[in-house]
């Protein structure tokens, strides 16, 4: 399926967790330079905000990867019912 | 003869009477030879007839009529004293023959007088008796004359076997046998001549009386020839009786002078013979000289007749040179023949007035002589005159007659003719009426003939135009049957086509392809089945109909799509098995992914009294339970048990399963609207097997 509108539901799951693992990827790195940033900048270069900020990045990717698939699930059963 | 019709006159029957007793005496007043018994009643008679008379008379009568009588029976009844009778009395022959009836009947007997007493009246008064009469006479005297000598020979021959005399009686009978044989040839030759001479007397009369309208030669030359013929027979009688006579002179010589040994009765029997042959002789002579006499006068009137013809057909001669009388087809031209009857006519007058002025003369003659003459002779004239004014009246008659006659004819001929003339209109018109009408109804009849044939025929062909027309029509109609059936036939293998075609296409993937790239729109399939069936197919219809929109657009996953598809569901639902529905934290995502790596394919089976469909509660089943009954029946085949136990998912492996679910269902309807399709092609080309 060379489509991008109609992926298989079996599939999305995967999809979704590909996303989110690249998403929490993206998340923690930019939170860490975030961070790292804040480090360097605000807080003298010491450790926590780095580790703060991924953690940050890590949450935000929790809390994204943790929405999407129950959008997934809920919106398959929903989907369900309107097939 | 005179004498006898004064003394009888004719007053009818009541003369015979008393025949017995009134004419025998008369007869025997005549013979002397009488019985003394007949002498005394005579004598009585005498006597007593002149007296008023008693009883006498009457005794004598009776005695005498009574004797006769006794003789007469006795007489008829023994022949000997009959022939002695005959001998004593002479003429007791003929009274018995005649009271007895032996020889002819009394009727007969009276008639014969009363015809020869008519007659001789008739002759006296008439010169000419008719034909018939004189032919009578002639015959009757033969008769008589025969029966005469027959009779006297009778007893000469009685005589001679008694005796049998010497030569001189041989002789004498000889003799006697001669003078009977010429005596009769003589009698006969003279009534021959007479009535010869009375013929032609009669022929002569009856020739002028005819041939007053035609002359008959032939009936002249007849005449003639009877004349001559008459002085033929009047020559020869003369002879027969010369000799006769001379016989019989010879006889009475022989008788007289000789002297003979024979009894005296025979030479008074053969002289009385004798003596009667003469008398019949001279009888016949008188006869003919009497026949003689009348036929002169024939004769006279006859030659008168002749010289008055001659005398006209002379005159006519002169008139007419070249004309002879006897000639059938008289040529002569209008003005001779004008002549000629104005001469005819003449001639016609003249012998009228002559006529007319004899018969005048003649009446007053007779008249005259009768006035003359007084009232002595007046029968004889009375008679002449009552038929000479007879004759003319009957000559005026006729005259009358023959003009009533023609006249008569006259007016029935016009009236036949003007009859005959309707008959022959009123025929015609008849006939030409029936030829119309018969002409009417024969056309009638022909014209129905020819309809009734023309209809026959028309019908005829009609029905067999009605055959022709059936049998092309059911010809017709089986060739479209066949091709209708034909057709249906063929439709049939094409949807079966059709059918099979959409069925293989949902059986069978495309091969090479991985079971993503292989939907295939089925609109193809479904449209060749659309057009395969017929447009009045409702299950066809219905049944493409309820095929969902997405095989024909998007097409549908083949079943082995489906099935490697189920794979990764099944991994995919197992891995989130714990999730609810509403979703999760993400731990427990974690943890259900790490619960289906840790847990080993259920070994549990699936207990058979599931498997045969015995009533299980589903509820406590779960996902994983679920889960490989799905995959138990996937793995047999059974994409509907699959789906079914599939659709037992609950959570967030339902929503997992759900594409593949629904996947399935569209294959599911769509190889059901396939099956049916096909059992529906299969069972309409089962009508065509």
Known sequence: ?83 | MLRLTLKFPYHGLPRFQKHGSSRLLSLSSSHSQKTNLDSASKRDRGGSSGSGGGSGIFYTIGVLSVATGATLVYAKYDPEFRRWLNNQVPWSEPVLEFVFQEKEDWNTVLQNILDSVSQRTHKLISGFSSKQEVKETCEEEKGKKEFILTGEREKPAAKDPAQLPETHPLNLVDLEKKIRESATIAVNSYREAACAVRETGLDILTLVEQSVQQTDEKGLQNIKAKYERKEVLVKQAENKAQTAIDNVTRLKEIVETKPLDAPENMKASALRNVERVMEEISAAKDDLEREKKNASMAEKYWKKVEAARKHYIDELLILFPDVRLSDKDWRINKQDLDLFIYYCFQNVLYYQKELAKIETLQAEKLNAALRGSGEKVDKELLDATVTDALERQQRELELQFQKRILEIQQAVDKEMRIQLKRQAEAHSDHVCDALAMREKELERKFLRQEEEKLSAEQDKFKHQLAGMIGRLQGLESALKARAHIDKGAHQAQVLWSACQALHCALKHSQPGMPWQEQLRPLQNEITAVQKAALEDDELVNAVLGGIPAEAKTRGVFSETALRERFLQVESAARKVALVPSEGASLPVYFLSYLQSALLIKAVNPIPQSELLNEPTSFDKLDTYDVLQRARYWMERGNIEQTLRYMNLLSGASRSVAQDWMTEARIFLETKQAATVLMTHAAAAGLLYV
Request: proline letters at 1%.
């Open chain 1, 1 to 83: 399926m060379a489509v991008g509108v109609n992926t298989w539901s079996e599939e999305e799951m995967g999809k979704k967790w590909d996303r989110c693992l690249t998403d929490s990827v993206f998340k923690i790195g930019g939170g860490t330079a975030v961070g790292a940033v804040f480090s360097l900048l605000f807080f003298k270069r010491r450790g926590w905000p780095i580790l703060l900020g991924a953690g940050f990045g890590l949450g935000v990717a929790y809390a994204n990867c943790e929405r999407d698939l129950n959008a997934t699930v809920s919106h398959g059963a929903t989907r369900k019912l309107a097939a």
